[in-house]
């Protein structure tokens, strides 16, 4: 495992790209910054982090003719990687919130965002990036439900420890894609998964409000929400969010 530190960048999971288009770049390597001035999020969105006081990280992940039809399982291996090594950490409640985000009893703690470089119909290889509040214990007043490990658990966190204990986490978890255990992924994760199987009301990308529960998550990694009348719809990132908590 090749760890790389960087003081200041603009995005962990920028640089590692452009590293690996110049040059053979081993799989599990990672970039590590102690500030991101252009952090992202899923769809644009901006990952903020206080100065040295969270972990900001993105780590090259090459499987061995990954499919892309099946390019969610990554995702889940990786949320699961995160989840299971925060529980050596703190005791309070966590669970995924679809599609990546870690919550410690509703609020979110980490961020994940993978990007797939393709190579015909297989990803050649990901850039997974991390972003996870470690220490940081006052945010940006327009973000809501956020906490950290530190605001948690009253603990000054080591960032060295906590990122080897997670990147081996997530091996563990990866090796499950290397083996084709895909259904065990599943199974994994939706039992981790937030709200699911419990009614709760949810609001589209459209406006509308509605009572519904979440039964799965397809192939592509969308959610299946079953609607009050027994039917199901199919839902992508970003066409689906709680309409409270």
Same mark, same amino acid.
């Given at each position: 495992?090749?760890?790389?530190?960087?003081?200041? =960048?603009?995005?962990?999971?920028?640089? $590692?790209?452009? $590293? @690996?288009?110049?040059?053979?770049?081993?799989?599990?390597?990672? =970039? *590590? @910054?102690?500030?991101?001035? +252009?952090?992202?999020?899923?769809?644009?969105?901006?990952?903020?982090?206080?100065?040295?006081? !969270?972990?900001?990280?993105?780590?090259?992940?090459?499987?061995?003719? &990954?499919?892309?039809?099946?390019? &969610?399982?990554?995702?889940?291996?990786?949320? $699961?990687? /995160?989840?299971?090594? /925060?529980?050596?950490?703190?005791? *309070?409640?966590?669970?995924?919130?679809?599609?990546?985000?870690?919550? @410690?009893?509703?609020?979110?703690?980490?961020?994940?965002?993978?990007?797939?470089? $393709?190579?015909? @119909?297989?990803? !050649?290889?990901?850039?997974?990036?991390?972003?996870?509040?470690?220490?940081?214990?006052?945010?940006?007043?327009?973000?809501? !439900?956020?906490?950290? +490990?530190?605001?948690?658990?009253? *603990?000054?966190?080591?960032?060295?420890?906590?990122?080897?204990?997670? +990147? !081996?986490?997530?091996?563990?978890?990866?090796?499950?894609?290397?083996?084709?255990?895909?259904?065990?992924?599943?199974?994994?994760?939706?039992?981790? /998964?937030?709200?699911?199987?419990?009614?709760?009301?949810?609001?589209?990308?459209?406006? *509308?409000? &509605?009572?519904?529960?979440?039964?799965?998550?397809?192939?592509?990694? %969308? +959610?299946?929400?079953?609607?009050?009348?027994?039917?199901?719809?199919?839902?992508? /990132?970003?066409?689906?969010?709680?309409?409270? %908590?």
């Amino acid at each position: 495992m090749n760890i790389i530190k960087l003081n200041a =960048i603009d995005s962990t999971n920028s640089y $590692l790209k452009e $590293l @690996a288009q110049k040059s053979a770049v081993e799989t599990f390597t990672v =970039i *590590v @910054a102690n500030h991101q001035n +252009l952090g992202r999020g899923q769809l644009g969105t901006t990952w903020v982090s206080d100065d040295g006081k !969270n972990l900001t990280f993105s780590v090259l992940i090459n499987l061995c003719n &990954f499919k892309i039809q099946d390019q &969610f399982y990554l995702s889940m291996a990786v949320s $699961l990687g /995160l989840i299971s090594a /925060l529980r050596r950490f703190i005791s *309070v409640s966590l669970k995924i919130k679809w599609p990546n985000d870690i919550l @410690a009893e509703k609020d979110k703690i980490a961020g994940i965002l993978i990007e797939n470089i $393709l190579r015909g @119909a297989s990803i !050649n290889y990901s850039i997974v990036g991390i972003g996870l509040n470690v220490n940081q214990e006052i945010f940006p007043s327009d973000i809501e !439900n956020v906490s950290s +490990l530190k605001s948690i658990s009253g *603990v000054v966190f080591n960032k060295d420890e906590l990122l080897l204990e997670i +990147l !081996n986490s997530i091996k563990k978890y990866v090796r499950f894609i290397e083996n084709g255990a895909f259904e065990d992924l599943k199974k994994m994760y939706l039992a981790e /998964l937030y709200k699911i199987n419990i009614p709760t009301m949810f609001e589209d990308n459209k406006g *509308v409000i &509605f009572l519904g529960k979440i039964i799965t998550v397809d192939v592509n990694g %969308r +959610l299946v929400v079953e609607l009050e009348n027994e039917t199901t719809r199919k839902f992508d /990132l970003k066409e689906i969010k709680f309409a409270s %908590r």
